[in-house]
């Protein structure tokens, strides 16, 4: 199981960025997938979840401002984030869940930093 | 939200030596299935977190049996025998009973 993320960077507060996640080594379109930050020094927050059928969750702290989907054919996740604020700085992973539904985390990403300020 | 408690925030241990953490949650973790969803993580410097025990007790693939997970309820605990270098970084328990999944604030491994 491999996962890379990508499209992290510095950005402007109310600003947009793309984030993705390439997956291999499992069978893709069977799993659910994650995302979860952390702010620099600090611990770990589940942000988002799509299931193998694109249904999706969110943390309150993203809702409405975050979009969590899929592309199976491509074996990638993604992540838009939009109106982005300072509290969203983090390294972003992208996850596995351990079986085919909403579940536990079982593979991460190295993770990809997203730096949000003027 | 479940609110996940850990103690200590940091452990300072001797190579070969025995660590003991804990995890606290805020109400049960039993699920209606009968199952319970307690997890630990261990974040290595520099790295992204690895699983180590899910459901309790159960080692994840690769995890050496220095490592063992025990609780029920609202009360679980992490140990690890005879500590090696690989083993310092930060630990985390994570409950996927309730939702959102949440993580406790992490304990530091370090040496003594």
């Known amino acids: 199981v491999q996962l890379v993320e990508s499209g992290g960077g510095l950005v402007q507060p109310g600003k947009s960025l793309k984030l993705s996640c390439s997956a291999s080594?499992?069978?893709?379109?069977?799993?659910?997938m994650h995302w979860i930050r952390q702010a620099p020094g600090k611990g770990l927050d589940w942000v988002a979840y799509i299931s193998s059928s694109s249904g999706t969750v969110y943390a309150d702290a993203v809702k409405g401002r975050f979009t969590i989907s899929r592309d199976n054919a491509k074996n990638t996740l993604y992540l838009q984030l939009n109106s982005l604020k300072s509290e969203d700085t983090a390294i972003y992973y992208c996850?596995?869940?351990?079986?085919?539904?909403?579940?536990?985390?079982?593979?991460w990403g190295q993770g990809t930093l997203v730096t949000v300020s003027s | 939200d479940v609110v996940m408690t850990q103690t200590p925030v940091s452990l300072p241990v001797s190579l070969g030596g025995q660590a003991s953490i804990s995890c606290r949650s805020s109400q049960s973790l039993v699920h209606s299935n009968g199952n319970t969803y307690l997890h630990w993580y261990l974040q290595k410097p520099g790295q992204s977190p690895q699983l180590l025990i899910y459901r309790v007790s159960n080692r994840f693939s690769g995890v050496p049996d220095r490592f063992s997970g025990s609780g029920s309820g609202t009360d679980f605990t992490l140990k690890i025998s005879r500590v090696e270098p690989e083993d310092l970084g930060d630990y985390y328990c994570?409950?996927?009973?309730?939702?959102?999944?949440?993580f406790g604030a992490g304990t530091k491994l370090e040496l003594k």
């Open positions: 994570l409950q996927s009973t309730h939702f959102p999944n949440t």
């Open positions: 080594g499992f069978t893709f379109s069977s799993y659910g």
């Open positions: 996850a596995r869940s351990f079986h085919g539904g909403y579940s536990w985390f079982a593979y």
